[in-house]
């Protein structure tokens, strides 16, 4: 699966493109841990210079607290 490249400049994203960042998050079919990490870290840093277009998809980046 592949991903936007991290070097891509935050500020020329579309909000067309981090839908789909967002979709491959939500759809959780990432052939390894770091690839679903990078997405993540990318709406994090996306989320500090463009946090109009991230804050549909804010959920995305909350952790799940444990349920001990």
């Given at each position: 699966?592949?991903?936007?490249?991290?070097?891509?400049?935050?500020?020329?994203?579309?909000?067309?493109?981090?839908?789909?960042l967002a979709s491959r998050l939500e759809a959780?079919?990432?052939?390894?841990?770091?690839?679903?990490?990078?997405?993540?870290?990318?709406?994090?840093?996306?989320?500090?210079?463009?946090p109009d277009l991230v804050k549909p998809y804010?959920?995305?980046?909350?952790?799940?607290?444990?349920?001990?």
């Amino acid at each position: 699966m592949s991903s936007e490249p991290i070097t891509k400049n935050i500020v020329s994203w579309t909000a067309q493109e981090v839908a789909q960042l967002a979709s491959r998050l939500e759809a959780d079919e990432y052939t390894t841990i770091f690839d679903s990490l990078k997405d993540w870290e990318q709406l994090k840093r996306l989320q500090y210079i463009r946090p109009d277009l991230v804050k549909p998809y804010v959920h995305l980046l909350e952790l799940e607290e444990d349920e001990d």
